[in-house]
Structures are given as C-alpha cells and as structure tokens.
T-cell receptor, first 110, second 113 residues
C-alpha cells in the first residue's frame, strides 16, 4: 500500500460546481496533514493545513478522519483559477518526514 | 520578494557530467529539503538538513549528495547524472520538521543529454 494515496483524477468540472478529493494514508502514527496546490510547471504552495476538528477557508473545507485514515478537500463554487493539481501531504510519523501524494488534477471549465 | 531561490531555473548537462544545483533562503528556517519530481508524479524527498544534521532517505541513490555550508544555502550535487535523473528538483524550507509548512522554491528543471 502506498504511504499516501489520492483520487486518480482528472476531475473536469464546470464553473460553480462543488468538487471533493480524498486522500488516504498508511501510517496511523501520522500527525500532520496538509493540502498543497501545484500549478503546471510551478512549485507546490500550501493551500491549507488539516486539523483534527476540520477547518474551512473561504470556499475550501478540509476534513480529517483518523479512524479511516483519510483526509478530504472540498471546493465549493469552483472558479477557473482553481484549475491545478492538488497534493495531499502527510507526515511520515516515525522520522517526521513529509510524504506527498501523486496529486489530483482539477480542471474547471467555463 | 522571493523567499526560497533556486538557481539555475533550467540546467542542461551531459550524461555523466557532474552538476550542482543551488538553493538559498531568506526565511532563516532550520530545515532545508531537496525533492525530485518527475512528470505527473509526487515530489520525492531525497534528503533534508536540520541545521547541520544531514538526513538521507534510504532509497536516495549515492549519486546524489548535498551540502549545507550555512543556514541560508544548500546545494544538490549529482555526481554522474543519468538519463533517469532528468526531473524537476525542488528545494523547500521549514522552521521545524513534521508539523510546519514547507515553502518551496520555483525548482530547477534538469535535462540530461
């Protein structure tokens, strides 16, 4: 099983749609979780951290389910500018290194 | 203002010819990371420095080495690049390990001829 696994995508959605991504992780000792956004041929940038209680930032909502070992990202009212690859990042637990998922590609169309 | 700077942005080298990629940061962060990212794949951690302490990932080939002469700078040396080493190399920093946000540089795209 991969350490961090994401929905394969790609997701092609119309503007205004709601879209959700899931990410599962294998190490039950993991403590820190993040969503990063990566535009084509650019570096990853932090979108949001994921807290145990869940957190919301504008149109973006992140949730953590420790029992099932997954995190999710919900994007409401999608904009064209949301088109990107969304990377799930989880700390590895034992040695505190971060592990990246392969990313889910989102394309928002007019 | 750029906080994590990578030079050069594009590097072309020949098969087997040593190459050095550089990274500098203005954040005064303790941790610096080097990742390799190939097309449509996740960034793969090669190694990281916590201050002067070097931590190599178990599956990082010996062909890849790193140096951190001071807090601000970190170098990635590829001793004998192979065709399979063509990739984007990303440098990142964070204040601490594990729980902190990582700030990435723009990356260096390496081509091996």
């Amino acid at each position: 099983r991969k350490e961090v696994e994401q929905d394969p995508g790609p997701f092609n959605v119309p503007e205004g749609a709601t879209v959700a991504f899931n990410c599962t992780y294998s190490n039950s000792a993991s403590q820190s979780f993040f969503w990063y956004r990566q535009d084509c041929r650019k570096e990853p940038k932090l979108l949001m951290s994921v807290y145990s209680s869940g957190n919301e930032d504008g149109r973006f909502t992140a949730q953590l389910n420790r029992a099932s070992q997954y995190i999710s990202l919900l994007i409401r009212d999608s904009k064209l500018s949301d088109s990107a690859t969304y990377l799930c990042v989880v700390n590895h637990g034992n040695n505190n290194d971060m592990r990246f998922g392969a990313g889910t590609r989102l394309t928002v169309k007019p | 203002d750029a906080m994590v700077i990578q030079n050069p942005r594009y590097q072309v080298t020949q098969f087997g010819k040593p190459v050095t990629l550089s990274c500098s940061q203005t954040l005064n962060h303790n941790v610096m990371y080097w990742y390799q990212q190939k097309s449509s794949q996740a960034p793969k951690l090669l190694f990281h420095y916590y201050d002067k302490d070097f931590n190599n990932e178990a599956d990082t080939p010996d062909n890849f080495q790193s140096r951190r002469p001071n807090t601000s700078f970190c170098f990635l040396d590829i001793r004998s690049p192979g065709l399979g080493d063509a990739a984007m190399y990303l440098c990142a920093t964070s204040r601490r390990l594990s729980t902190d946000t990582q700030y990435f540089g723009p990356g260096t795209r390496l081509t091996v001829l």
